[in-house]
């Protein structure tokens, strides 16, 4: 007599995928150690997340960095990943996934190197020329003739004076104030603060023939990363077609006792210095002794604090207060560190 044989079916869960990760705990470590924990954990707890994406360092070309950069749609599900900025001329791309999982499938290649959250900057101040010996650099016809400076801040109000009255950047021909653009939410305003006007206006006295550059990446009181970052992308695609020499960033937040590598703004300075750019940016104005703010901290970064100029007797801010002052003497609202 015939016989069936017993088929005995297996049913296995997820077959044919990967499963669905659902619990930052379930992370695998080396993928979960490129972004920062609370990224992750919003991402499992609150749904569609706007992240930054870094390129690892030995992906040098921009051509392989387009590359790369479409990958990383690539390995996400159909419509659950898009690209909210691709800046072409740095390593970086700010990204949003709908999911933990996919999330996780773009970070965890080998060709990325990091993942950062969107960061909010708040605004700091400079100050004074004979103790940076500007005197004699100009003596010496150091002017910044034929140079630019791109001042990421609030904005500038061209049409002062000290501008040369500008009816529109680059007008009349002596204006000082070649370019103005919003990198941030268009406010309709030359500088809704006048910070970035104030900055500008120093920059103006101490390289009296070089031209400026009002990149406005505020909205309000608050500079996003991603809008600084936007800003420092055409200043490396537009540095020859300007000259530009440096960036100034009077901005920036939190503190770091070390010389901050989690940092994508960080990312964006080291490439830009990289082209020949030079970037400027305050310590901050915490009043920490052994720490800068970001992104001052950042490698790259040429941090700049702030000193007296000159004896001025006892001097009080709201924050604290130094009793005796003294040329060079490091103020008592200014971050300071070792790597300054």
Not at 45 to 69: C, D, E, M, N, Q
Not at 319 to 330: E, G, H, L, N, V
Request: charged share 15%.
């Amino acid at each position: 007599m015939f016989q069936r044989p017993l088929v005995i079916v297996l049913l296995m869960a997820g077959c044919g995928g990967t499963d669905t990760i659902t619990s930052v705990d379930d992370l695998p470590a080396a993928p979960r150690a490129k972004a920062p924990e609370s990224m992750w954990r919003a991402l499992a707890t609150l749904g569609p997340r706007s992240f930054i994406v870094a390129l690892s360092p030995t992906v040098t070309a921009p051509s392989a960095w387009r590359y790369h950069k479409a990958q990383l749609l690539g390995v996400a599900p159909a419509g659950e990943a898009a690209v909210e900025a691709d800046w072409d001329q740095l390593p970086l791309i700010q990204v949003r996934a709908s999911t933990l999982d996919t999330a996780l499938a773009m970070i965890d290649r080998d060709e990325v190197a990091a993942a950062y959250e969107i960061e909010r900057y708040q605004l700091a101040d400079a100050e004074s020329f004979p103790l940076i010996g500007q005197p004699a650099a100009i003596a010496a016809g150091k002017t910044g003739a034929g140079a630019s400076v791109a001042v990421l801040d609030t904005g500038t109000d061209y049409t002062r004076a000290d501008f040369g009255s500008c009816t529109a950047p680059g007008v009349p021909a002596g204006c000082r104030v070649a370019y103005a653009h919003d990198f941030a939410a268009d406010d309709s305003v030359r500088d809704a603060s006048g910070h970035g006007t104030n900055v500008a206006g120093i920059i103006a006295g101490l390289a009296p023939g070089a031209k400026l550059l009002a990149l406005d990446v505020f909205t309000g009181e608050a500079a996003y990363s991603t809008d600084i970052i936007s800003a420092i992308n055409w200043s490396v695609a537009n540095k020859q077609a300007y000259n530009i020499a440096a960036l100034n960033l009077s901005l920036g937040g939190g503190s770091s006792s070390t010389p901050c590598t989690s940092d994508a703004i960080g990312v964006a300075l080291g490439t830009a210095r990289a082209a020949g750019i030079a970037p400027v940016v305050a310590s901050g104005n915490n009043g920490f002794t052994g720490a800068l703010s970001s992104p001052a901290c950042a490698p790259a970064a040429i941090s700049v604090g702030a000193v007296y100029d000159t004896a001025l007797g006892g001097i009080g801010y709201g924050s604290c207060s130094d009793s005796t002052t003294a040329a060079d003497q490091i103020t008592c609202f200014s971050n300071s560190a070792s790597f300054l």
